[in-house]
């Protein structure tokens, strides 16, 4: 709620010119009640415990684009690898180390001739086992409809220029499938190591919407 | 399952995993994907029997007709079974 503070208040902008986000004073909706019955319960008959949910949210937390990154940056080091994260993503991941859980995940190899976006139309649908959560704009109306009409025009707003020669294959994640993109592995980083190729993997270059950081 | 097929164009009520803009559309199977449970049914509580769930691959000309940004371009979607039918032409 507004209040004064010496010095300062906490109407209109904060020093740094964002305004403050208001107090969620309303009363709780029907699924954040649904919610807390079902948690409340859940903890009630034994099924699980306060603690479990809180250490579940922290490794959702902690799920960040690094690991998709890691396998990237082994696909482009290792061809063997790369011919099985094509095959069998989950299984690729697995095997460096990465616990992607139930996630059914397939990878989408960007080529000279091919490039890949991905998108969930109907709702958010997105690796975050692999990559941790989507950033804000791909649950946006506007991206999840504009991307599967108007591909080309949306990557060239998000600084990717798409040649007529290309061809494009947007990816819509309907159902039970999630994806990840293999973005081409730009020139001049043979002498990169793996550990250092990972660093210049990008999330949004993950997605489609971007394109792995020139290498310093 | 025939490589050719189409989207069924049919507007139920519910919890579809359809999107509306592919019904009635016709595209190449990609791939099969295997068996899952059918979220029409999971989201209301039901077993949700499993269903073949395919990859469908359609091209932008078929999907936005002569408006398609670039006709050859292609958008590829998760599409149950019992949403496709053989695609006639």
Avoid at chain 1, 10 to 18: A, E, K, R, V
Avoid at chain 1, 131 to 157: F, I, Q, T
Wanted: aromatic share 6%; proline share 8%.
């Amino acid at each position: 709620m507004p209040h004064d503070h010496p010095g300062h208040s906490h109407q209109g902008l904060s020093p740094s010119g964002h305004p403050y986000r208001p107090d969620d004073d309303h009363p709780l909706t029907y699924w954040q009640t649904m919610e807390i019955a079902i948690r409340e319960l859940l903890v009630e008959k034994g099924e699980t415990t306060a603690e479990e949910i809180a250490r579940q949210i922290d490794a959702m937390d902690a799920r960040s684009p690094a690991n998709g990154a890691r396998v990237v940056a082994r696909a482009w080091t290792d061809p063997d690898y790369r011919a099985r994260l094509l095959e069998n993503a989950n299984a690729a991941a697995h095997e460096i180390g990465i616990d992607i859980g139930p996630l059914n995940l397939i990878a989408l190899e960007n080529t000279a001739d091919v490039h890949n976006v991905v998108v969930c139309t109907l709702c958010s649908c997105y690796p975050r086992d692999l990559l941790g959560l989507p950033p804000d704009w791909y649950k946006s109306r506007a991206y999840r409809s504009r991307v599967v009409r108007e591909p080309r025009a949306v990557l060239h707003e998000l600084g990717v220029d798409t040649p007529a020669d290309l061809r494009l294959r947007v990816h819509d994640s309907t159902a039970h499938l999630r994806y990840v993109v293999i973005p081409r592995r730009p020139p001049g980083t043979d002498h990169l190591s793996e550990d250092r190729l990972a660093q210049i993997v990008t999330r949004d270059s993950m997605i489609g919407t971007g394109l792995p950081r020139a290498p310093e | 399952m025939t490589a050719r097929v189409r989207v069924r164009a049919m507007m139920p009520p519910g919890h579809v995993r359809t999107p509306a803009y592919l019904r009635g559309k016709a595209g190449t199977v990609e791939r099969a994907l295997g068996a899952f449970g059918n979220p029409e049914e999971v989201a209301y509580g039901g077993k949700g029997g499993k269903r073949d769930l395919y990859r469908v691959r359609f091209t932008m000309a078929e999907v936005w007709g002569a408006g398609a940004e670039n006709p050859t371009d292609t958008v590829d979607a998760e599409i149950f079974a019992h949403w496709l039918e053989p695609a006639k032409d």
